[in-house]
């Protein structure tokens, strides 16, 4: 396995035009340019979100921690570390890298379905709603949506739409494969039952329907629903994973299952153009951000419902949690309150980031993530004050 020391990384990399990079210990989010203040709180992405800087520095304090072998377009190194944690979390008998998550969900349904044409899915699901219809256009694939504008999908829906669909062709294609997305992004982060998809799994083999799972963000999931990633990953052929939702990475995704479904994925992921020549730099953060991650999240739900319980103590505005939800809250102002000076005030003065404007809906989203671990509740529950009354 390479090894690379500090001089090595520097030198065998872009870091070398940076004049000077003292050694640090920051918080995944803390800002670089506001280190007289707390560590940053950020209520406004998924997870850990490092600009440039930020990102070369913590793969310098990896690479000065640890050692760090490079891979060969995926093969080796650290990108073969993190595929086996990953691995070992699902339960499953491999894990590969894959460039994005898009490559990852649409080549499993692929190699899944065979030559089966139908693909049953939410239809608010990121493979039917975010994928500029890629398994229609490159992969031959027809998504037929089930349940319209619901996290939720039972085993009830499910049927439906596959007798439906059965009764009313004269030359039946088959069915290739089921995907779940859980949670699910266009529903603020809901859940989707366990008991269905219990049910759903149970329908799939007992019917030779393979069943893909979406779990871009299933640490979430988990730390919400009190099921693991591996019992999660159990009733599902394939699982995908991202490396960027809250793991740190500029990248990437993970994709878990079985051995002779993966073995496919190398030369399809070259046709398609999704071969790395080094992935190292993407597997190196998310692997850094996995250690603990699940720990740290429980941690971070735990302080969060004391927290949202302080603040909406406060006069002027309410947080209210999402039904069935996950790390997703809906802020509500009063009509006094400006969102803009509070978001500016928060920012400027406490080092803690909301989104400046309202949604259509009236609500700024709050994003929970373990940035909140940065700061007390008693330094948040201050600023917020401070904040609001700055604002009105």
Same mark, same amino acid.
């Given at each position: 396995?390479?090894i ?14 940076v004049?000077?990079?003292a ?5 995944p ?6 280190t007289n ?6 209520f406004t992405?998924?997870?850990v979100f490092?600009?440039p800087l ?5 793969l ?10 490079r891979d060969?377009?995926?093969n080796?190194?650290?990108v ?15 894990a590969l ?9 649409e080549l499993s349904?692929r ?7 139908k693909?049953?899915v ?7 709603r ?7 256009a490159v992969?031959?694939?027809? !998504? ?5 504008g619901q996290?939720?999908?039972?085993l009830e ?13 004269a ?8 995907s779940i997305e ?6 603020d982060?809901?859940l ?7 049910k759903?799994?149970e329908f799939?083999?007992a019917n ?6 979406d ?7 988990s730390?919400?629903?009190?099921i693991?990633?591996k019992?999660y ?6 699982v995908?994973?991202?490396l960027?939702?809250y793991?740190?990475?500029?990248g990437?995704?993970?994709?878990c299952g079985?051995?002779a479904?993966l073995?496919q994925m190398?030369?399809?992921m070259?046709i398609?153009?999704g071969?790395?020549?080094?992935a190292w ?6 692997l850094h951000?996995?250690?603990g991650?699940e720990?740290?999240f ?7 419902k004391?927290l949202?319980r302080q603040?909406?103590? !406060?006069?002027?505005i ?21 969102s ?5 005030q928060?920012?400027?003065n406490h080092?803690i980031?909301?989104y ?8 700024i ?6 940035? !909140?671990?940065?700061?007390?509740n008693?330094?948040?529950?201050k600023?917020?004050?401070a904040?609001?009354a700055a604002?009105?």
């Amino acid at each position: 396995m390479a090894i690379f020391n500090r001089r090595k990384f520097l030198h065998s990399s872009s870091l070398a035009a940076v004049p000077f990079l003292a050694p640090f210990s920051l918080s995944p989010y803390e800002s670089l340019n506001d280190t007289n203040k707390q560590a940053i709180v950020d209520f406004t992405f998924d997870g850990v979100f490092l600009n440039p800087l930020e990102y070369a520095q913590k793969l310098q304090e990896i690479a000065e921690e640890r050692d760090l072998g490079r891979d060969f377009y995926g093969n080796g190194g650290v990108v073969r570390e993190l595929e086996e944690k990953m691995a070992a979390v699902t339960g499953k008998e491999k894990a590969l890298f894959m460039p994005s998550g898009t490559m990852a969900n649409e080549l499993s349904l692929r190699v899944l379905s065979g030559d089966k044409p139908k693909v049953f899915v939410q239809e608010t699901s990121h493979i039917y709603r975010d994928e500029a219809d890629a398994a229609q256009a490159v992969h031959n694939k027809r !998504l037929i949506p089930v349940a319209k504008g619901q996290a939720a999908i039972t085993l009830e829906d499910l049927q439906a739409a596959i007798d439906y669909h059965n009764s009313g062709e004269a030359f039946k294609s088959g069915i290739g494969a089921i995907s779940i997305e859980v949670p699910v992004r266009r529903c603020d982060a809901q859940l989707v039952d366990i008991k269905e998809i219990r049910k759903i799994s149970e329908f799939a083999r007992a019917n030779d329907i393979k069943i893909h799972l979406d779990g871009a963000r299933i640490h979430l999931a988990s730390a919400y629903s009190g099921i693991s990633v591996k019992e999660y990953s159990s009733y599902f052929d394939t699982v995908y994973i991202s490396l960027y939702k809250y793991l740190g990475a500029t990248g990437g995704a993970i994709l878990c299952g079985d051995k002779a479904v993966l073995d496919q994925m190398p030369r399809l992921m070259k046709i398609f153009g999704g071969s790395i020549f080094g992935a190292w730099p993407y597997a190196a953060v998310a692997l850094h951000y996995l250690e603990g991650f699940e720990e740290r999240f429980q941690k971070t739900v735990q302080q969060s419902k004391e927290l949202f319980r302080q603040l909406n103590q !406060l006069s002027g505005i309410t947080i209210k949690s999402v039904p069935n939800g996950t790390y997703i809250h809906h802020l509500l102002l009063d009509k006094n309150i400006d969102s803009r000076k509070l978001s500016k005030q928060l920012r400027e003065n406490h080092n803690i980031k909301i989104y400046g404007r309202p949604e259509k809906a009236g609500h700024i989203t709050l994003r929970l993530t373990e940035t !909140l671990l940065n700061q007390t509740n008693e330094q948040v529950v201050k600023a917020f004050k401070a904040a609001l009354a700055a604002a009105r």
